[in-house]
């Protein structure tokens, strides 16, 4: 049976590799996926592994709370008197202490440097080369007040020599220094993209906000000496509030939180990779059910010979399995290749990831063998039972058996699966369960796929109906084609439904996100102007005394936000100046008060948490800040909800006093006149010393939030892409092993006078209406599943849901042009092929 | 003449069971108006070590009583054998067991696996019960097809002759109980038709073989030790060492 199967297999290599090469997609989609965010964690943890390497203990203030994802530890200075306390413990040889801080250069044409999302790291220049990871690769370390030392990478960039002077852009007034020297991280030209700038340590030290005091203190202890004992000792000098933990530990934690952000990412990516499958599933299901009913004849007789139904049902499986075996390796081969590859495709969407060897784990092998044989297998289950039925007499029939038609029980029973799946998927939404959603999604689709043969006949007939007009006999046969069998018409067009179902799914929303982001800018901000950055820097304190003289300014109010602990989780808290504050944020009260409770230091929330926390004005909620502890807050006011403000918002006054070194995240203006050139123009050359900040007019900054929307819109396309092309795949498939079926038809039809371009139009007038049937059912599934979650979100901002028509219409026609595409190779075989041997095959 | 409910006359040897029997066997097909007895209360068996030929005209019910004989089809009433074992009893493992280990098929289009090479073919059933193959026999059957030297070609590089010599050889590797043979000659020319019947007559006579073979060709009949006749779904003649000509007779006289 072995044999049968293998040689079965081999007979059809075109087939083979086409079916294969929907599942080699996906692997290569997950291998790659799993390879890069594995090489990234590697890079990570190596990188933060070598910088404190010789680390052997760290003294710093306990965090108050852990912040969201990726958003790290907020923590406390130590005091600089500390250091001689702990110098003087016995078996520390070395003690320093260290500050960072925001700091980014600016080119010599006047542009800030940065890498696109890393950040652009201050630092004091430690000397003792057994802490520091910096190594001097030109000049000498900064030892003024003036002079700085910059990492290799923006030095050979921007052309940058030892001293030459350059400006820096820092939380204060932007100040010019000399460049001291040249550094690099260990052996590398920078930190994973991060900019370093390298100051003495008084000078980091006022540049920072944080004179008298340190982030940390690096310790060294003497060799040989016992480590749990000094780090025993060490922790008898400290005050509370302060704690000392292993070098080893801070690395751990650092790579720690990189790795939770590369989880999120892989989840994400995996995301993607599943459809992908899923979608290649189908094609394989599809091939399945067609080469087992072409080859009825053959498998009744291995009934005849002896075979058992349960050595024919191992007989399709095992085939499944070499199939998805073979892809699964080739898909893992090339899943390498392509980690690479995504990596730049997501450095082309403005992410961009430092570089390090390649990690390539037993799992990596593991999940993708698993994945793309589990698929390929599960989906050829249901064929492999079909076969399984066939009767022994199908050997001797004179015809070949035309396989079961879809029977109305079947398509009853997709229907209630597919309404099983959507209600299953309307409690996900509900609930904001995104497994439920992805399971309802999956049911769902499986339904309609089972259901639609029931629709495949008048659709079909419909679809095809402008087409045999305007092709006549060719078009017609085409039509007549796919209506020949509603089971594999609707089979092959499910995988493209289901790719443009997640299409337009996206379109929809992001069409709503997209508008309601627009809206809510205009619903939440009154200013004419929007001063921000474009990184993670923030704007410089200098930023708004600036602007106060510039003409035709009337308002400037700052936006700070932080982290903060409310009713024990953490939140983002969003501070506002109560002067100015209705000529610049549109702030809707529902009850208590606005300006007065931020100016008073109470908390105002919005009111979908006061809601749904049952809060009311008037009550009082514990709090917790990184730097002045436990406290507690009164409600001094419920707000309508504000999608540029989060759920809480405090004055300005009330957060400088909660958190120091606080940074403004944007300044808005507002002017008499409304904007106008002239008035950007002024705004621009009194900011011509920040060349970080963007700004910008209300209209610019509705456009910027929709181009981050519409960017990341274009990422989702591209990876939903992989999907359709399986799925077109998946047809290119199909189409051949009908015209191979159909051989003998078709050289009755070129006998009796058809000639070769009508044959083309025939095949190509099946694929259309083939994925037309696809992308139409698709599109309507997707619109709804679009509305559903854009709905379902309502609370989180997206207050518009908008169809988008236009697009919708356009991916039904690029479906078309896509199927029209899928038919040329089929096409022109069905074309090429000679009458003759066609009439006189069997 | 007519057919006992015993099997006619006396079988050959001092074999009691015959190596397939069938019982009142009634084939009915379709429902209502549109019914047809197939098969129509049939009762007749095989003996061991001879050849049995069964004639009819077209829609006689030849077929359809080799076919419920044989396992592949289920009768509407009545009783099979295959040999001790009753057909009807027997599940779907049964019959793949009865069909692996006790018959073997030819049949008019061959019906060779096209992926596999005619050697292969030859030994699929023996590989689908996991047995090793008699290569002395398998050989010996090899040389007196005379395919020795296509045993490494696919079906398609095989004339209809040799593909039906390559069934030949597949139906009687296993030395199964009782070969049945659908027409085995209706594709062929009468060149390649006379190597396999020739081969078939050797088989019983040199290898004590049991053959059932339907036909309606009387020169092929005439190679059979047995000629059972139907017509309408009965059975309604025989004849014993037939020859071509005593073959058309009968017929003769049966369609007048």
Redesign the interface.
Known sequence: ?W??TV??L??HKLRLALTGLAIVLGVTFVSGTLVLTDTLSNTFTTLFGHIYQNVDFEVRGKAAFTAGVGGGVVRKPVPESLLASVRSVPGVTYAAGSVSGYAQFVTPAGKAVSNGEAPTLGLSYEPNPRLSVLRLSAGSAPTTPDQVAMDQGTADKYHFRVGGPVRVLLAGSPQTFTISGIVQFGTADNLAGATLAAFDLPTAQTLFDKVGQFDAIDVVTAPGADKAQVQRSIARVLPPGVEVVTGQTVADEASGSINQALSFLSTALLVFAFISLFVGGFTIFNTFSITVGQRT??LA?????????R?LFRSVLLEAALLGLVASVVGLALGVLTSVGLEELLKGFGITLPSGPLVFRPRTVVVALAVGLGVTVLSAASPARRAVRI???A??AAQRATGVESSGRRALIGAVIAVVGAAVLAVGLAAGTIALVGVGAVVGFLGIAMAAPAVARPMSSVIGRPLAALLGVPGRLGRENSMRSPRRTAQTAAALMVGLALVSTIAVFGASVSRSATSSVDQAINADYIISTTGISGVSRAVAPALTGVPGVTAVSTVYSGQFEVRGSVSTLTALSPVDLSATVILRVDSGAGAAALAAGALLIDSTTATSDHLRVGDTVPVVFAQTGHSTMRIGGIFKPNALLGSYVVGDGFFSSHFERARPVAVLVATGTGSGPATTAALRHRLSDFPNLQVQTRAAFEQSQQAQVDQLLGLIYALLALAVLIALIGIVNTLMLSVFERTREIGLLRAVGMRRRQVRSMIRSEAVILSLFGAVIGVVVGTGLGVALAASLAQQGITDIVVPYASLVAFLVLSGLLGLGAATWPARRAARMDVLAAIASE | MTVTDQGGPAPVGPTATPAARAVDLVKVYGTGETTVRAVDGISVAFERGRFTAVMGPSGSGK?TLM?CMAG??VPSSGRTFVGDLEVGLLD??GL??M???HVG?I?QSF?L????TAG?NIT??A???GRRVDQGWFDLLVSQLGIGDRLGHRPDELSGGQQQRVACA?ALVDRPDLVFA?EPTGNLDSNSSAEVLAFLRRSVTEFGQSIVMVTHDARGAAYADRVVFLADGKVVGELLAPTADSVLEQMKRLGS
């Open positions: 049976m044999r049968v040689k079965g081999l007979a004849r053959e007789l291995l009934r005849i010979v002896g075979a058992s139904r050595q009767p022994p007499m050997a001797l | 077929s076919h592949l089809d779907d493992r793949t067991r069909r692996r280990d098929f049949f019906n696996v096209p992926t596999l292969e699929l059933p590989d689908l019960a597949r659908d």
